[in-house]
């Protein structure tokens, strides 16, 4: 009889302890350290992951996409906007909680976040948001915006995304300059420790107005080495893992017994500018060469079909107003031939382009120095560190840049940022045109005020095509992210997209 008490009362207890475990995700992460979880400063690959699961938009991205075209309601439950799309009024959820005791979510938060990512003193984003004539909260759960003139596709700035993220307005002026590694937001999970150079742990936020997540407890750990990291995973230390973008990784870990590849986009699209304001290069027909003695597909396949694709325009494929149906040069190096000694080249020519060391970079840079010698191209590489490579592009030193870039996923920021005269190298106002391109410049900024999305994509596509026209750039290569996961994690929705360059835990993902 005691006998069968005690294995009564044993069972009792050990049902009772597996009703109170926790389920602690862990995920591992190429970084020696994080920056900071502010949202409004979160720039690198590392860091960005976070954000997407401490904050809120007024509207989201579904999980697992990257589509504008797709956008649901977040911390807004429905919005409406003028017929020329100048005023935006959002109307707030009740009752949204921030994290600790900061209470509910009100219209001045929402204008305090606004305002903030739209100072250059608090936002690495303050360029986007300075179409922005006025932020106001009209009640405590109403916001209105007015635009000083139409920006394509405004939605994209109130997303859960960079400075669309809403924060608390006491937390930020109650913690100051800590708020960078002690966050507040209303998303599903909030922070709880920070250990420098090891790892970042969140805690499930159970007044998440979505509902409690399934996950407790959330361990980011900061793993620059990449063995490490790929040990503590198949080890079954880690859960989720950041991957390399690298074929033979992709090969490998799909062969792992319960793991899941993840391969997503946004991509970021390589391309190798050429700086139009330099001899032998200010001849479109020199370029023009270049565009038919460049390999694409070679590239791609020494990149690896699970990791790249070939690019179709200057836009990534996806982008919001992408051509898919751009016009690219066609591989002809006899055509490459023929144009160089149409401009009077028949020997060949010499350009010099300053090249980062970065290894995945390099590798790419040789691989186009071999392939244009064949038309009688000598691409000269002066290598360089990878900070220098980016000063010295940005000085206007490059007679030619190969540079590989993600953006948010409309085709205006690409655009605007690599292809508008306003952003050339070497000018007050310089972004990253190395190619000192204005083609375009017409149809970019008559897309950004165009209500029409119609007409307004029409316009981007003929921006693109007088781009590759002019050959300011050729497009190379459209490199992919890579994770991987354990089969016993679902993250509660489809991943097909990870716009915060990592995969999302929302209140949905479980694990087994």
């Not at 956008?71 to 003028?82: F, Q």
């Not at 915006?145 to 139409?150: G, P």
């Not at 859960?239 to 033979?248: A, E, L, N, P, W």
């Amino acid at each position: 009889m005691k006998r069968h008490l005690f294995a009564a009362a044993a069972a009792l207890i050990l049902a009772s302890a597996g009703a109170t475990a926790e389920t602690t995700l862990n995920v591992g992460m190429s970084a020696a350290d994080v920056s900071q979880l502010d949202p409004d400063r979160a720039t690198t690959t590392q860091d960005k992951p976070l954000t997407s699961w401490l904050y809120n938009g007024l509207v989201r991205f579904k999980p697992g996409s990257a589509s504008l075209e797709t956008l649901e309601p977040d911390l807004a439950e429905r919005w409406e906007n003028t017929p020329d799309k100048l005023t935006w009024t959002f109307h707030l959820r009740k009752g949204v909680k921030f994290h600790g005791d900061y209470g509910d979510l009100t219209a001045d938060d929402v204008v305090f976040s606004l305002k903030r990512a739209a100072d250059s003193k608090t936002s690495s984003f303050s360029a986007d948001y300075a179409s922005i004539e006025s932020v106001e909260a009209l009640d405590p759960l109403t916001v209105r915006v007015k635009l000083k003139q139409a920006v394509p596709f405004f939605l994209g700035l109130v997303t859960n995304y960079h400075g669309g993220n809403v924060v608390s307005r006491k937390a930020v002026e109650k913690l100051g300059d800590d708020f960078r590694l002690n966050p507040v937001g209303t998303g599903p999970f909030k922070f709880e420790a920070y250990k420098p150079g090891e790892s970042v742990t969140f805690v499930a936020n159970k007044d998440y107005f979505r509902g409690a997540p399934k996950i407790d407890r959330i361990v980011y750990h900061l793993i620059p080495a990449d063995s490490a990291r790929d040990l503590a995973f198949t080890s079954g230390e880690l859960d989720i893992v950041y991957g390399r973008q690298d074929q033979k990784w992709v090969e490998r870990f799909k062969k792992e017994p319960g793991v899941i590849v993840d391969v997503l986009r946004p991509a970021e699209l390589g391309l190798l500018h050429l700086n139009m304001t330099v001899k032998p290069l200010d001849d479109k027909r020199v370029r023009q060469a270049i565009a038919h003695a460049i390999n694409r597909q070679q590239i791609v396949d020494f990149k690896g079909n699970l990791t790249a694709d070939l690019p179709v325009s200057v836009v990534p494929a996806g982008y919001l107003g992408t051509d898919p149906k751009a016009p690219l040069a066609t591989y002809d190096v006899a055509k490459a031939k023929a144009l160089l000694k149409e401009a009077g080249y028949p020997n060949g020519i010499t350009v010099k382009a300053i090249q980062s060391t970065l290894p995945s970079m390099l590798n790419t840079a040789q691989i186009l120095q071999a392939q244009l010698k064949l038309a009688g191209i000598d691409l000269q590489l002066e290598t360089v560190d990878h900070q220098t490579f980016h000063a010295n592009i940005r000085k206007d030193l490059s007679g030619a840049v190969y540079y590989t870039a993600a953006r948010f996923p409309v085709a205006d920021v690409p655009l605007t940022q690599f292809f508008h005269s306003r952003s050339i190298v070497g000018t007050p106002t310089a972004v990253t045109n190395f190619s000192h391109c204005a083609v375009a410049d017409k149809e970019i900024d008559a897309a950004r005020s165009e209500p029409d999305l119609a007409k307004q994509k029409e316009l981007w596509a003929t921006a693109q095509r007088k781009i590759l026209d002019e050959v300011c750039a050729v497009p190379l290569f459209e490199q992919l992210q890579v994770w991987a996961h354990k089969s016993n994690v679902d993250y509660g929705y489809k991943l097909v997209d990870a716009i915060h360059l990592g995969p999302q835990i929302t209140e949905k993902t479980t694990k087994k």
